[in-house]
């Protein structure tokens, strides 16, 4: 009982610490979860699978993480985060395994079937490993919003920088090793990561009463449900032209595997550099919500406008357009990083003490609800019309996301 109470009680030095090994353990799966998407994506492109294919095989694995969030933050409370922590990494590891076993000799049919059920056991595992890090951050960081922010907004944009890196290490290990070596290399660094959380956090940090029936679960305040709303339709506008639309674009303009690899590498750094900066850039508050919120609508329209024009432009079939989309994106990745980390922070802002974890699990499941949207729509909206088609449906996504930031509450007395 006094392991648990001291877990609960926010200390300086503990809560620094055991965000430290949090944030390092989700580096290290984020990495292996970058170099993944990139593995798949590139290996069974190179095997002739159409744009429609390519999006099928990652739709289980972004379903996958929808329950899993809601699973997650209730098991987070009830048993702790950092055991949630090890069982996510330990569901990696046993998605790489099943992985690493396809073989060449297999119809196309049983090689795709085998391959979604795979990526869904892994969508599990990194959706119960980023609630249960997330949730972590409300534990430790104390109820400061201006360290909130900071450390919220370091964490997110430090993860999406290394899973940029993990694009890239994906690429080179598929040269390098193959599909099957580079999976086993990944397993092994997991491994590794696992045995140092196992002895290294608290194993009840977090630890609290949990809800005891769906309805309590699904009860959540007016200011976490539109939140996850506008979740829903920011990553559905980003995926939707991102996870096939884009790489598939610069390789049919003659980019290769590595070229794509490359770029959608340094995107993903840069956008998580911003994201890590974001306080930086957002007017903040003592109350940590008047400023906050009106900074998200901002952002969120700014974003909308982005893809509208690149749109027009791709319709009025401008020169090298694949240039245009490199610096579009450029600026789309900007406004997206700010966007991300201001809604990752109101969300924890929003969270009661009590259940964070469980609020948390439930607005990242609308986080998963959007990405399966996009993911889905990028393979039929790139093989219906192309860029042109992936972009509008971008623009109008985040217009919807936008018009749920309107109706945020900006005091704790509305939440």
């Not at 430290?20 to 970058?34: H, K, N, P, R």
């Not at 929808?66 to 209730?74: E, F, Q, V």
Request: hydrophobic share 55%.
């Amino acid at each position: 009982m006094t392991q648990i109470a001291s877990d609960r009680k926010y200390s300086p030095q503990n809560g620094a610490r055991n965000y430290a090994i949090v944030t390092s353990a989700y580096w290290g799966f984020t990495l292996t979860d970058g170099a993944l998407r990139m593995l798949v994506l590139l290996h069974f492109y190179r095997l002739g699978f159409s744009p429609f294919t390519l999006a099928f095989l990652f739709l289980l694995y972004e379903a996958a993480g929808i329950l899993a969030n809601l699973i997650g933050g209730w098991l987070a409370t009830r048993f702790g985060i950092a055991r949630m922590l090890m069982i996510g990494l330990s569901t990696q590891i046993i998605g790489f395994g099943l992985l690493s076993t396809l073989s060449p000799d297999w119809t196309a049919t049983m090689s795709v079937a085998w391959v979604v059920m795979s990526q869904g056991v892994c969508g599990i595992a990194k959706d119960l490993t980023k609630t249960a890090s997330k949730s972590a951050i409300k534990v430790t960081a104390g109820e400061a919003s201006g360290q909130l922010f900071k450390w919220v907004a370091w964490f997110t944009g430090s993860k999406n920088a290394m899973k940029g890196v993990g694009f890239f290490l994906g690429g080179l290990l598929l040269d390098q090793l193959g599909f099957q070596g580079s999976l086993w290399v990944m397993a092994g660094l997991l491994l590794c990561i696992l045995i140092g959380v196992a002895i290294s956090l608290p194993p009840m940090m977090g630890k609290s009463k949990a809800s005891k029936s769906a309805k309590e679960l699904f009860a959540k305040n007016k200011a976490i449900n539109l939140l996850a709303a506008a979740r829903v339709f920011l990553f559905g506008a980003r995926d939707v032209w991102f996870v096939v639309g884009v790489p598939v674009f610069l390789y049919a303009s003659g980019w290769t595997f590595t070229m794509v690899g490359g770029f959608l590498a340094s995107w993903t750094i840069g956008y998580g550099l911003v994201q890590a900066i974001a306080p930086m850039l957002v007017r903040r508050s003592q109350d940590g919500l008047s400023n906050e919120v009106p900074e998200a609508r901002k952002w969120s329209f700014m974003l909308a406008i982005i893809p509208a024009i690149l749109a027009i432009l791709v319709l009025l079939k401008v020169s090298h357009p694949e240039w245009v989309v490199v610096i579009g994106l450029g600026l789309f990745g900007f406004a997206f990083a700010v966007n991300s980390s201001v809604h990752s922070y109101l969300i924890l802002a929003y969270a009661g003490s009590e259940k964070a974890a469980e609020d948390v699990g439930f607005y990242y499941a609308a986080n998963a609800a959007g990405r399966f949207m996009g993911t889905l729509l990028s393979g039929l909206l790139y093989q219906w019309g192309g860029l042109l088609y992936s972009l509008g449906g971008s623009a109008m996504m985040l217009l919807i996301c936008w018009v749920f930031t309107l109706n945020l509450p900006v005091s704790r007395s509305k939440v």
